[in-house]
Structure formats: C-alpha cells, structure tokens
C-alpha cells in the first residue's frame, strides 16, 4: 500500500493496490498446487507471511479471504488456517486454472475436461440439430468465420473456439448444459487454449467445426452427433500434444 494525499482534505490517505494483492494470492496459490503447503497442514503464520512476500497483515488476510472462497484453504477456530484437500479446491474457477499453470499437468484436468465434453457435446449437438434457432445457428456461423480468420492466431482462435462451444450447448436448449456451459466456461477455455497452441495448423479444426454448423442447419441429428465426437477426437490428439510440450507424459485415449 502507498500513501497518497486527498487533494479535498489535504489528509493522507492509503492506496490499495490491487496487482499486489493479486500476486500474493496467485503466489501462494501456486505454493499450495507444488505441494509446498501440503494438503491438511496449517499455512505458515499470517507474520511469517508478512515477512516472506514483503507486504503488509492487510494484504495477506484479504489475499487467505481469496484463496478461502476458492476453496483452496479454510480458517477454523483455534486451529488457524490450513491447506483443504485438492477435492474441494475449486477446479473450474478461472483464477485457479490460470494459478495453476504448468502445475495443471499434475491433476490431469485437460483429460477430465476432455471427459467431461465427451460426455455432454454430442448429445449437445444431436438436440442443437433439432432445437437451434435462427439467431443460434447464425451466431454459431459467425464464431465459426471467426476461427477462420484467426487460424493463425492461436489467442483469437481460442476466443473463438469457446464462443463456439458455448452457442452450440446454449443452441441444444436444455437447461442443464446451459449451466454446465457457464460452469465449464474457464476450463473450456484452458483446454482449447492448450490444444489450440500445441498445433501449428488448425485448418483440420476449422473445417469439422463448419461441417457441425452445416449439420445443424439441415437438421442431421446423427451428423451432427458424429461432427461432434471427430472434434472431440482431434482434441484429444492435440491435447497429447499439449501434455508432452508441458511435460507430461501421460497420453489421453480418443
């Protein structure tokens, strides 16, 4: 924090600073996902904090309030605050991914992701086929031309990709994968960034994700179906890709 003169009261007053805060928090994040503050075990005391990042009480027990409601750590009477088990963390949670990092390779979620989507996107595309509207099937269109125009533009591409998935299980009109979408958002996101740049040429993407907008629009639920699960392949295969450049080993079946 600085201290900043009211030019009203001519008092001085302090300033936060947010991007501090945020470092502290992502710092200890980051701590907490290499194992240093194990699972079960109390953080260090809020002054050997104070004294290890450099900062003041202020920030740290606004940044614990962070990782706290990210389920990362939890405060209990008498016992103080201490490290929750990786199956509370909250996995899906944008600033948790991007604290992660390379960490990510480590709890295997670019393969539950991939599960996940196995799961939820043909039948997603199968109900599109029958219940997308219009306006659905003409945003869909759009995000695709967008991909098209970004193919060498891994950060615009991914942009696209997630506007793309995000229309096409909104465009099924079933409530809970319009949930799910909202939900899977920031992982979606991660994922197809990760597959997105592992691969120099994304033209074999480019041209599935048309072939799905064209399934939809001549409602072919099975093409539809089928569309989904050769994306869902190729992601797969480039999420390998991903894995190997990130230094895991692991490969994920199509």
């Not at 001519?10 to 290499?34: D, K, L, M």
């Not at 050997?48 to 003041?56: A, K, N, P």
Request: glycine share 4%.
């Amino acid at each position: 924090m600085q201290a900043v003169e009211d030019h009203e009261t001519g008092r001085a007053t302090v300033e936060r600073r947010p991007r501090v805060r945020r470092n502290v928090t992502a710092a200890i994040a980051q701590e907490i996902f290499a194992d240093r503050y194990p699972a079960g075990q109390p953080l260090p005391r809020e002054s050997d904090l104070c004294d290890l990042y450099g900062v003041s009480r202020t920030v740290i027990r606004e940044s614990i309030k962070v990782l706290e409601s990210k389920g990362l750590i939890r405060g209990k009477p008498k016992i103080g605050t201490t490290v929750c088990d990786k199956d509370d963390w909250n996995i899906l949670d944008a600033d948790v991914l991007e604290w992660m990092g390379p960490d990510i390779r480590n709890f295997d979620l670019l393969g539950c992701i991939l599960e996940a989507r196995r799961a939820v996107e043909p039948v997603a595309a199968e109900y599109a086929a029958e219940r997308a509207t219009v306006q659905e099937l003409a945003d869909l269109d759009r995000a695709w031309r967008q991909m098209q125009a970004a193919a060498n533009d891994p950060e615009k591409f991914t942009e696209a990709d997630v506007q793309y998935h995000s229309v096409l299980l909104a465009a099924s009109h079933n409530q809970v994968f319009r949930r799910l979408s909202s939900a899977i958002h920031a992982a979606l996101k991660y994922t197809l960034h990760a597959s997105n740049v592992a691969v120099e040429n994304r033209e074999e993407a480019v041209v599935l994700h048309g072939e799905l907008v064209e399934a939809l629009r001549m409602r072919d639920k099975e093409g539809a179906r089928a569309c989904s699960n050769k994306m869902l392949d190729l992601a797969a295969r480039d999420i390998t890709v991903a894995q190997k450049a990130l230094g895991g080993a692991t490969a994920i079946d199509p």
